[in-house]
């Protein structure tokens, strides 16, 4: 098994107040009550644990343990059983569980952690091998807010940005974003996000996760998908209803 590299930032993931409202949308893609779901990259069950009220069964996988561990705990402080929802640690481009799922999904933008041709590549053969007949996935990634050239050009900073920041029992946490880099070829972007928990102005706690995020452009994102040999069923600019390639984010449904 690779490094955890988000073994000391998992605490802090369930912080975030930024996160989609994506629930709703995905619960609306649940075909029916006895559907079983795969969640591919389900972090700490931020979506799984509301999910598995309206399917029969959910698997979700994640190659980080720390962020499997909490979404167990999290489970079972919510009396959710094994026979309803699971959380196992996987990698999500190398995957065989032997299973098919009615519904396989990858939310808030897990695609784009995948770095290189060949993850690209094992994902797909992952959905593909998972995918019951007539079944569907859903991937979203962010709709890039500027063109390619501009964006080369821009997105990098030498300065920290406060991304967010909320309150806590005991005193604060933070996050900050960094962009030291971006690979101009495969037009990958390496933000470093920077955790850190205050008590007063004292910085108790910190925390560095350093990630890829591959960007795509709207044509781009369909392309690749029916390139693998899927077909497009519906896509999505955003959650709120947005046309596709008009919204903050690309969401696009397909299958087999």
Not at 145 to 171: H, Q, Y
Request: proline share 5%.
């Amino acid at each position: 098994m690779s490094i955890d590299i988000r073994f000391d930032a998992a605490k802090y993931y369930d912080y975030n107040p930024n996160a989609p409202n994506d629930i709703p949308f995905y619960k609306k893609r649940i075909p029916a009550p006895d559907a079983i779901l795969l969640e591919l990259g389900c972090g700490t069950g931020r979506v799984t644990i509301p999910l598995s009220q309206h399917c029969t069964f959910i698997q979700g996988i994640d190659l980080s343990e720390a962020m499997i561990a909490m979404c167990q705990e999290k489970l079972a402080k919510a009396g959710i059983t094994a026979t309803t929802a699971r959380a196992d640690v996987g990698d999500i481009t190398d995957l065989d569980l032997r299973r098919k799922f009615n519904l396989i999904i990858a939310p808030y933008r897990v695609f784009q952690n995948l770095e290189t041709d060949d993850e690209v590549v094992g994902f797909f053969e992952t959905v593909r091998k998972h995918l019951a007949p007539q079944g569907v996935c859903i991937l979203n990634v962010f709709n890039p807010f500027k063109d390619r050239e501009t964006l080369i050009r821009e997105w990098c900073t030498v300065s920290e940005n406060l991304a967010w920041e909320v309150e806590t029992a005991d005193g604060r946490i933070a996050c900050y974003d960094r962009r030291p880099r971006l690979g101009a070829d495969k037009l990958v972007l390496y933000p470093e996000l920077i955790y850190r928990r205050y008590q007063g102005e004292v910085v108790v706690d910190e925390a560095i996760l350093k990630i890829a995020m591959r960007c795509y452009y709207p044509e781009e994102f369909v392309e690749l998908i029916t390139r693998h040999g899927f077909g497009i069923i519906n896509r999505w600019g955003g959650y709120a209803g947005e046309a596709y390639g008009q919204g903050p984010e690309l969401v696009v449904e397909f299958g087999l």
